[in-house]
């Protein structure tokens, strides 16, 4: 059974800095990996989207890498914004492409 | 473009009552989720469905059912709801996992409190 891990559980972080969220998954066998962002409230927003056979994603100041074999992922945000604030979220989509499997987020705040 | 939507947004239910969530995607999308996000815990899978007529189990389906009779609609029943079904509801829609850009595209979800 695949199971998603993120670390830190939560961040708190003064405006400006760089910043990395971990993310690791025991089955190696996995059709993409997927960021997220939840906003309090809301539903997800999909972030960065990384295939297998990729090893990382950019969009603006969002960074994903991805390490396959050995079952890691970091999101790196550069320059961090009191916007940026909310819970991200990691997930692994197996190979049948059926089963998105979810890590249990971590909690960013970026004081101004 | 309304994306994927979800009703009720909220919902109180004594024990025992039954009721069905509604979600409707305008994507035309084939795949078709229903989640639960409980505290500390992420989203866990309950059913799927890659088709029109077509359903799944996910990771945790028991006191759960549901249909997909069209395209674009995927409900959740709760037929007997129990206190521990307490928990956020989110469906999703996506391509199939082969297409490009196959990314989830959620709801904004469904608070559910059954006392």
């Known amino acids: 059974k695949q199971e998603v891990t993120q670390i830190p559980a939560a961040l708190s972080v003064p405006e400006g800095e760089n910043l990395v969220l971990n993310c690791s998954f025991t089955d190696s066998a996995i059709y993409n990996l997927q960021w997220f962002r939840q906003d309090p409230g809301k539903g997800l927003t999909s972030l960065l989207l990384?295939?297998?056979?990729?090893r990382e994603q950019t969009s603006g100041r969002l960074n994903a890498s991805l390490d396959k074999s050995s079952g890691r992922s970091t999101l790196y945000i550069a320059a961090s914004q009191p916007g940026d604030s909310a819970t991200y979220l990691c997930a692994v989509l197996n190979n049948a492409g059926n089963m998105l499997t979810f890590g249990g987020g971590t909690r960013l705040m970026v004081k101004p | 473009n309304a994306g994927v939507t979800q009703t009720p947004k909220f919902r109180v239910l004594k024990t025992g009552q039954s009721m069905t969530l509604l979600c409707a995607q305008d994507m035309n999308h084939e795949y078709m989720y229903w989640y639960r996000q409980d505290p500390g815990m992420g989203l866990r899978l309950i059913h799927y469905s890659v088709g029109e007529g077509t359903t799944a189990k996910g990771e945790v389906p028991d006191g759960y059912n549901v249909s997909r009779l069209k395209k674009q609609n995927f409900l959740l029943g709760l037929e007997s709801a129990a206190p521990s079904q307490t928990s956020v509801y989110f469906c999703a829609s996506s391509r199939p996992p082969d297409r490009a850009k196959n990314i989830q595209y959620f709801g904004a979800g469904t608070r559910l409190s059954v006392l």
């Open positions: 990384i295939q297998s056979s990729q």
